[in-house]
């Protein structure tokens, strides 16, 4: 008697095994199984604006991807740290792809976070409005100081200052412009269907 039999690979999760909540993420018609530069740029972003936000931030990551079932994909924190150095501006940065799968279980757990964090979001983008439009130094607010403080030292501890984009963002001022641009655009993934919206910006101008 003949028996065939499939082998999976025991790290890799089956189709069946994934959790349907990505499933509301679509596939971007891209070449190759991997995400594009900015893609992997701007997830890896997002998830630094979150450690700013809360300490433990990191923990809080691998904390939902427990609870959303996604431990699959993200197993623990090396796996995670080897998907978040796919970042080709970390100092750290490592030659692998980051696969269509992982960057959506990275972009659901943002998404998720970004929800829990919709009121201090919320408050400090209102904050930084009300203190341009006064043209007050953004320092003298403790908590939007402390958001920008920390951003800043998380950026400068992890990039690699010898990259041309990193270089740009050399000054306090356009490393506090980004920061609150990341919490633009964490708000922007609380709104209705922000998830999916957010996940098709990934892909603008790679989508073929």
């Not at 900015?38 to 700013?52: G, K, M």
């Not at 341009?132 to 400068?156: A, C, D, G, M």
Request: charged share 25%; hydrophobic share 45%; proline share 5%.
């Amino acid at each position: 008697m003949n028996v065939s039999a499939s082998v999976t690979p025991l790290n890799s999760p089956t189709p069946q095994s994934l959790p349907m909540i990505l499933d509301s993420l679509p596939e971007p018609a891209i070449e190759g199984q991997g995400c594009p530069r900015r893609a992997r740029l701007q997830i890896d972003l997002i998830l630094l604006a979150i450690e700013a936000l809360e300490l433990g931030g990191s923990e809080a990551i691998l904390s939902f991807a427990e609870e959303l079932e996604l431990k699959g994909i993200i197993k623990d924190r090396v796996h995670l740290w080897r998907m978040r150095s796919t970042n080709p501006i970390r100092r750290a940065h490592i030659r692998r792809p980051l696969s269509i799968m992982e960057a959506k279980a990275l972009v659901v757990i943002a998404c998720y976070i970004a929800r829990r964090l919709t009121v201090v979001i919320r408050q400090l983008l209102m904050i930084y409005q009300q203190m341009v439009e006064k043209q007050i130094p953004l320092e003298q607010n403790l908590r939007l100081s402390n958001y920008l403080e920390r951003f800043r030292t998380h950026f400068r501890s992890r990039m690699n200052a010898r990259r041309s984009g990193v270089f740009a963002l050399k000054s306090d001022e356009n490393l506090d412009e980004l920061a609150i641009s990341l919490l633009g655009q964490l708000l922007f993934c609380t709104g209705t269907a922000g998830m999916q919206r957010f996940w098709i910006s990934l892909f603008d101008g790679e989508v073929e």
